[in-house]
């Protein structure tokens, strides 16, 4: 077939005209490839720079985007493989980044900030497809990218973290945030299921004139997401848990609602389009945390969905912003706030209201406010407070709220209308996954039969893409026609009526590199997580501050707290002598923390430390010895021996101080808590009381234990302690017990914690980069999944591999693929594969070839071929030739149903008017043959007949 390539040179395009072969092909999937390859074959060298392109059925424009592939045979024979791509491989060559841009006409024009490479970014599918946008129509290529709101999918907002990613790496991790797929046509991009023309799908089965040739071929994707239930995980923004009986947001309890595929039955919007007749019931439990079809049958399969994007919620947009007069304050006001939702009685204690911009210069920061509902000339007002950022004070005359900025309103309790509809909105997340995945996924692969498609191209042939639907049937496969969408189509250039076509109702869009390249965007979800962190560590700072007035009354040596704004000082001790005790065991070898922990559920104080003693370093202690001699001078108590538990802790404004009760005159202790201090050393008492931590009173029925013992000490450039601990108590570094970890209880890297004198990584990644930061060894920490090596040898974490330079390859799809010899062993009797000569061989010890099965062409015809040689010394012996040639005529000869009956080792029988068997094994040719006629006068010329012993030929 005859094609033209347009080559670019001198700043024009010069045309050549190119033979490709008959495998070249064109192959587009959904989420995935959209690609041209063209092979053929030129007698002199062209370069083909990239940039270089073919205009596909006339009208579809694919570019050469990496240097050309060819090999040369000799000097005037040189072969071309050319992967041309579409349009959107400009994807794969732009930095995704963040900035606000000015726009004509709908387009992008100018960057009207500095861009970001490393940002969080909150938007809807359609959002996030604007500024992929934006990206490309200022990168200086071919301009006319776009996004339609009407193409991409409503959707909650959902924050995503890039860093230093290229568009086309983020698309399928943008449409996997809202559960989705990805699309490019032409040059707009979409964000919504790739389905076309549904109900116009066409009838398609296997068989004469119904489209579809022999070698279906059915795979199942996933077994894993049959499912007939679905548990949640809601939002906990703007949830009061002590008022809604649960930190994260629940589905409607005990609910009834019927969905058909599109439409609920109880959207009072949609009513007249709700189908009842394809309508399913669903049912949500009596805790809203899971849901399922009402007529469930079958053993129980389920499954879960993370709705954390959806949360009651307010979100608007500022109808007027402006700076203040007398101060350095930003506001903006928002009339369409109702006024029975007054913000500045809806916050939630101990927390401060916030702001999240979700549009605009401001997108994706997070401010204090200050909200006035009511107040004369500043009615539904909302003040910002300003914050530092990298030394610039924001909002700012360029970083400002403007008119028409998308915001939203956290740390606050919403009236109970909010809630319901929150409830509602991830109801109908959990009903439309569960609708979705609750058939098996399956992928069938079968080809058009083209006389059926040249008859019927005026009727299908447009209806035969990437995501249009056909009505398959087929009496093995599936009984009664379904409606199963095109997710694949590969068509040869040279046959475009007869494509091979991909069938499936699930698709995969993610494959192992782009799963790969989303390993840095975790950076940026670190740096965010510290940012949201920040609302946590209130609630420990309440119990600092807890802590701070109960040490106060705690007895110890010390006055009242100071409270200057800034300390200056030469050496900060922190600490009492009478706190400097630690436990160890009966070998003085310290014991890893004390592991006093708070049971929430059981309301008691617990420690599961057995055999442990007390040690106090310092009491009775007056001169300087070596640690050795000190350990003898230690005042020791044994603790209680099968650990110990509090009383059950009912009042939850009650805190508690924890001791250690040990006697004076003895070596035995007990643990003891009160809610009132008691002094260490008081002399009309008989035991010491070791204050060993703080208890602090409920909040948001939580309790925090805080241990008290030993001292830290800070000098410029140095600090002496402990223990280093994390505001929220999950990272530490334990220095006194030589352990560390830094995560937490689900996903962390420690040393001497989880397991003794051993380094863990739990449900972590671990990865080793090389100077150009790229992957050189990966672990899943949560899939288990790995990759080793890169270059010549590669282990990838899918299960495939290559070694040798992709001479040994094996994939999931194609099984395992040997490129180059194949030999049993290197000397002596022997099994070679060879692939040159396209045989496998069997050799003896002195190199000879005794068997050789290869092909045989025979015409037009191919044949299996078997030789096989015994030798005497250097000199073929005996040699004997088979192919099927042979076996086919005599398989047409031979009357099988006698056969079996007849046959006799080493014989061989052909049959019809006369019968024959040679036998060759160590005898002479010995040819029988019966039931020759006696006589020759109704013979034809030529045929033989038997006089008496003597066989004549007429």
Known sequence: MEITLYIPKDNKFEELLVNVDDNSYHYREIMSDDNVILNFSLA????????????????????????ENFKKNHSQHYDYTLTLESEQAQLKTIKFKMFVAKYENGIATKMDTAPRLKFSFTGTPYEFAKLMADNLNLSGNETGWKANENTCIKSERVTLDFNHDYCFDVLSRIAEAFNTEWEIEGREIRFA????????????????????????????????????????????????????????????IDNTVRFDGTYFDDDAANAD?????????????????????????GPLLEDSLDVSKVYPMWESKVEKAEKGTTNDFWYFWDSKIPDSLNFSKQALPEEKMTVIFQTGMLAGREFEVVYMHDEPNVKKRFQLIPKEENGQTVPDSYLCPKEGDVYAVFHIKLPVEYVEDAERRARNEAIKYLYENSLPKYTYDWQLDGIYAKREWGVSGGMLGCGNFVKFSDPQFLSEPVDIRITAVKTLLSSSLSPQITISNNVSGKSLGSIIKEIPAKEQEIERGKQEAIEFSKRRFRDAKETMEMLKESLLNFSEG?????????????????????????????VKDSQFVYDQENKKLITENKNTYLQHLTLGIKDITSENGKKNEYKTWQMPASGWESDVITDADAKYYLYAKCRKNGSEGIYQISTTAIAMDKEDLPDYYFLVGILNSEFEGVRSYVPLSGFTEILPGRITTDRVVSADGESFMDLANNAFRIGDENSSLDWNVSEDEQLSIRNSNFEIKDAKNESIAKIDGLSGAAMFGKGQ?????????????????????????????????????????????????????????????????????????????????DRIRRETLLHTELLWLTYYVRDERRLSSMLMPGDIFLRGESSFSVSTINDPLKVIMKNLPTDGQLLEPGQLWRNGNELRIK
């Open 44 to 67: 002199d060298f062209i370069d083909l720079p990239v940039g270089t392109y073919f205009m596909y059925k006339g009208v579809h424009k694919y570019t050469l985007y990496s240097p």
């Open 193 to 252: 299921k790739v389905e076309k023309m549904k109900e116009s799908a066409i009838s398609l089965s296997y068989g004469y004139q119904r489209g579809i040739l022999g070698g279906i071929q059915r795979r199942q994707f996933d077994t894993s997401k049959v499912i007939n239930r679905v548990w949640i995980q809601g939002g906990d923004r703007n949830i009061r848990w002590d008022e809604y009986g649960s930190e994260t947001l629940h589905m409607p």
């Open 273 to 297: 389009k709700f189908d009842s007749e394809k309508a399913v019931e669903y049912h949500t439990d009596s805790t809203g945390c899971y849901v399922e079809r009402t007529d469930r049958k």
């Open 562 to 590: 100071v409270n200057p704004i800034t300390v200056q000082t030469m050496m900060m001790l922190v600490g009492d002598e009478s706190l400097q005790f630690r436990f160890v065991d009966n070998q003085n070898k310290p």
């Open 793 to 873: 040898n590669i282990f990838n974490a899918d299960g495939s591999f290559s070694f040798a330079n992709n001479n040994f390859l094996y994939d999931l799809i194609n099984g395992l693929e040997i490129t180059g010899k194949i030999e049993s062993n290197k000397e002596g009797r022997r099994f070679v594969i060879d692939p040159e000569e396209r045989a496998f061989i069997m050799k003896n010890g002195d190199d000879k070839e005794l068997a050789k099965m290869s092909f045989n062409i025979v015409g037009e015809r191919l044949f299996p071929y078997l030789q096989l040689s015994e030798y005497e010394g």
